[in-house]
């Protein structure tokens, strides 16, 4: 009785301080220093659910998202480092903001009113150079400044960097905000705002990589995965879009009806050994730019869920096909083939030259603004 007395008492107080936590803005706490010795913070939001996302200043990176399962048991649903060395040294974008340009340029190159820019060639697929997430020192890479929030029923916390003018090749000084906001219906809500001096192409994105059984808990090919998508950007050798949008019909990137990434992730079709197994752009139904569900996973042993909803008009889905057991994560424990997966909502892929796909070029005077929600939750 008096057991019980107590278990309840602090059953109260534990209650009453993660509200008190979810009504006030989260406070900064030190994470290390990068190697050049800038300081790192780390914000940690928290719901009454027991739901608890932490990001850091390098990268606006998600180091830990904890998520309750069907019974209540919560378990770390992303890959990452436990700390900022790792992360510096070495990391695929783990839980990482992309940009300024997420995904591929083809040869590192794009025109754009009459002038020509360079990029990095960071990433030769096939053994064709192009510029990937945003070149050699993407805004995975910099240190943002950031103040925590507080919403109505939700924390969150800004993220803000300003990419100038001629960094990594591209044009224009482009001030970026990213806010994440945690929210009482476990909603980890991600918008961006954009402005530039000059047009440029801007294609922001997060990069997370999730395995809703907990990180380190071998592969996600049994998660069951639908994508309101009835057509995708087929690749080239070169992992670039060829400018079509071909049909998913009769495809092993038909995941209109949830089905298994497993399923077919070794079929044999043409697109999935360029891709290597998924990593495709998918044209979502949604084109309006107003937030609708794009995509929703589920994992069935643990029961959890997760339902993404986005403005953009493409997401790219990739199931962690150049993880190979070489990058031990936080708990340490490998981060074999397939270990986890992005849901990376964005503008297509190259679409500096495709004119035929929807614009990513911003102009001065415009705000760029687009919204993407990760709701977790259990069945
Ligand atoms: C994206 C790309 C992949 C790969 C990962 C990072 O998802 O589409 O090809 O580059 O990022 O490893």
Same mark, same amino acid.
């Given at each position: 009785?008096?057991?019980?007395?107590?278990?309840?008492?602090?059953?109260?107080?534990?209650?009453?301080?993660?509200?008190?936590?979810?009504?006030?803005?989260?406070? +900064?706490? +030190?994470?290390? &220093?990068?190697?050049?010795? #800038?300081?790192?913070?780390?914000?940690?939001?928290?719901?009454?659910?027991?739901?608890?996302?932490?990001?850091?200043?390098?990268?606006?990176?998600?180091?830990?998202?904890?998520?309750?399962?069907?019974?209540?048991?919560?378990?770390?649903?992303?890959?990452? @480092?436990?700390?900022?060395?790792?992360?510096?040294?070495?990391?695929?974008?783990?839980?990482?903001?992309?940009?300024?340009?997420?995904?591929?340029?083809?040869?590192?190159?794009?025109?754009?009113?009459?002038? #020509?820019?360079?990029?990095?060639?960071?990433?030769?697929?096939?053994?064709?150079?192009?510029?990937?997430?945003?070149?050699?020192?993407?805004?995975?890479?910099?240190?943002?400044?950031?103040?925590?929030?507080?919403?109505?029923?939700?924390?969150?916390?800004?993220?803000?960097?300003?990419?100038?003018?001629?960094?990594?090749?591209?044009?224009?000084?482009?001030?970026?905000?990213?806010?994440?906001?945690?929210?009482?219906?476990?909603?980890? &809500?991600?918008?961006?705002?954009?402005?530039?001096?000059?047009?440029?192409?801007?294609?922001?994105?997060?990069?997370? @990589?999730?395995?809703?059984?907990?990180?380190?808990?071998?592969?996600?090919?049994?998660?069951?995965?639908?994508?309101?998508?009835?057509?995708? #950007?087929?690749?080239?050798?070169?992992?670039?879009?060829?400018?079509?949008?071909?049909?998913?019909?009769?495809?092993?990137?038909?995941?209109?009806?949830?089905?298994?990434?497993?399923?077919?992730?070794?079929?044999?079709?043409?697109?999935?050994?360029?891709?290597?197994?998924?990593?495709?752009?998918?044209?979502?139904?949604?084109?309006?730019?107003?937030?609708?569900?794009?995509?929703?996973?589920?994992?069935?042993?643990?029961?959890?869920?997760?339902?993404?909803?986005?403005?953009?008009?493409?997401?790219?889905?990739?199931?962690?096909?150049?993880?190979?057991? #070489?990058?031990?994560?936080?708990?340490?424990?490998? @981060?074999?083939?397939?270990?986890?997966?992005?849901?990376?909502?964005?503008?297509?892929?190259?679409? +500096?030259?495709?004119?035929?796909?929807?614009?990513?070029?911003?102009?001065?005077?415009?705000?760029?603004?687009?919204?993407?929600?990760?709701?977790?939750?259990?069945?």
């Amino acid at each position: 009785m008096i057991l019980n007395q107590t278990a309840a008492a602090l059953a109260a107080v534990a209650a009453f301080s993660t509200l008190a936590m979810a009504s006030s803005a989260p406070a +900064p706490e +030190p994470f290390g &220093r990068t190697a050049d010795g #800038t300081p790192v913070e780390v914000y940690t939001l928290t719901n009454s659910r027991g739901v608890k996302l932490r990001a850091m200043t390098y990268g606006a990176i998600v180091l830990s998202l904890d998520v309750p399962d069907k019974k209540g048991a919560v378990a770390d649903v992303t890959l990452g @480092y436990k700390t900022l060395a790792e992360y510096e040294k070495a990391s695929p974008y783990f839980g990482a903001i992309v940009g300024r340009f997420g995904n591929r340029i083809a040869g590192g190159q794009f025109s754009l009113d009459g002038s #020509t820019y360079k990029l990095a060639n960071n990433n030769t697929p096939g053994g064709k150079p192009c510029s990937l997430h945003g070149g050699n020192k993407g805004f995975d890479k910099v240190v943002w400044k950031a103040e925590g929030l507080k919403g109505d029923g939700s924390q969150g916390v800004r993220f803000r960097y300003l990419s100038k003018d001629g960094e990594e090749g591209y044009p224009g000084n482009l001030q970026v905000s990213v806010t994440y906001w945690l929210n009482e219906n476990s909603e980890w &809500r991600v918008e961006y705002e954009a402005t530039t001096d000059k047009a440029t192409p801007v294609n922001l994105t997060q990069h997370a @990589y999730f395995n809703l059984k907990g990180e380190g808990s071998g592969d996600i090919l049994g998660h069951t995965l639908q994508i309101a998508a009835s057509k995708f #950007t087929p690749v080239n050798e070169g992992m670039i879009p060829t400018g079509e949008m071909r049909s998913v019909e009769g495809t092993a990137l038909d995941f209109r009806n949830a089905r298994t990434v497993g399923d077919r992730v070794n079929s044999k079709e043409e697109q999935m050994t360029l891709g290597g197994g998924y990593d495709h752009n998918f044209v979502l139904d949604n084109q309006s730019g107003s937030l609708a569900s794009a995509a929703f996973v589920f994992e069935p042993a643990s029961g959890r869920t997760l339902e993404v909803s986005t403005t953009e008009p493409g997401i790219q889905f990739y199931c962690g096909n150049f993880l190979d057991g #070489t990058l031990s994560g936080k708990s340490g424990k490998k @981060y074999e083939h397939r270990n986890g997966f992005c849901l990376e909502s964005q503008h297509f892929p190259d679409s +500096p030259n495709h004119s035929e796909f929807p614009s990513s070029i911003l102009r001065p005077g415009k705000t760029l603004r687009n919204t993407t929600v990760f709701k977790f939750g259990v069945k």
